[in-house]
């Protein structure tokens, strides 16, 4: 069982390239996010996907993008790469059902941009 | 807002000896609370939660972790600590406000190093 699997786990980029993120789980679950760690800051959410065809904004959607392709994949793009955006990415998921379920999370992609 | 602080931004403890990991939160409503731990290079791992109950929560690998209302805290202790609990901790609370997303808020960690 592999749970939530992330690529590419490391990337440089240069200053205004673009990329994506991709994220798959394959635990059925219906929830995934995207949140991103800087030092002495924790976790912040850049978006989520309550369902299969549907997203929404977290707290710093600035600068991304994202799709839910379908029930297990949701990618995060960068159309225009900032050095503000130099972090480690981490994709989740959870448990449907309840709100109050645990987020099962990857292993993270370290982004750099120069 | 709500938010969910961690004072201290690395404990230092030795090995058998007890740990405590703290967390105080602000939360509208009733709080949904969660512990985390991550080793280097590697995702989040869940430990623990309180919904509702009992306030000594038990979790994997020993830990456990204490609501207090009056105090708005959820400390997380373990009796006994061992070098391999080395990790960087999170404590994180449920947002009320995205009720359909079930969004955490995370504090900003807590580096834990156990010396033998």
């Known amino acids: 069982n592999a749970g939530v699997t992330q690529t590419p786990k490391f990337q440089v980029l240069k200053t205004g390239q673009s990329m994506t993120l991709q994220c798959a789980q394959d635990?059925?679950?219906?929830?995934m996010y995207w949140y991103r760690q800087d030092p002495g800051m924790g976790l912040r959410l850049i978006y989520y996907?309550?369902?299969?065809?549907?997203?929404d904004k977290g707290e710093v959607p600035n600068g991304y993008n994202v799709s839910r392709l379908n029930k297990r994949e949701f990618s995060l793009r960068l159309e225009s790469a900032a050095p503000s955006q130099t972090s480690v990415y981490f994709c989740?998921?959870?448990?449907?059902?309840?709100?109050?379920?645990?987020?099962?999370f990857g292993e993270g992609s370290r982004l750099t941009v120069l | 807002a709500q938010s969910v602080a961690q004072p201290e931004d690395q404990v230092n403890v030795a090995e058998g000896n007890p740990l405590t990991v703290k967390c105080t939160y602000s939360?509208?409503?009733?709080?949904?609370l969660f512990w985390y731990v991550q080793y280097p290079n590697r995702g989040l791992q869940f430990l623990l939660k309180?919904?509702?109950?009992?306030?000594l929560v038990k979790g994997s690998y020993g830990f456990e972790a204490e609501f207090n209302k009056s105090q708005t805290s959820f400390h997380l202790k373990k009796p006994s600590a061992l070098v391999s609990d080395s990790a960087l901790y999170f404590c994180?609370?449920?947002?009320?406000?995205?009720?359909?997303?079930?969004?955490?808020?995370f504090g900003q960690g807590t580096e834990l190093s156990v010396k033998p």
């Open positions: 989740a998921s959870r448990l449907p059902g309840t709100n109050t379920g645990e987020l099962f």
């Open positions: 635990m059925n679950h219906n929830s």
């Open positions: 996907s309550a369902s299969e065809g549907t997203t």
């Open positions: 939360v509208s409503g009733n709080p949904y």
């Open positions: 309180y919904i509702t109950g009992d306030n």
């Open positions: 994180a609370v449920r947002d009320p406000f995205y009720n359909q997303g079930g969004k955490l808020i």
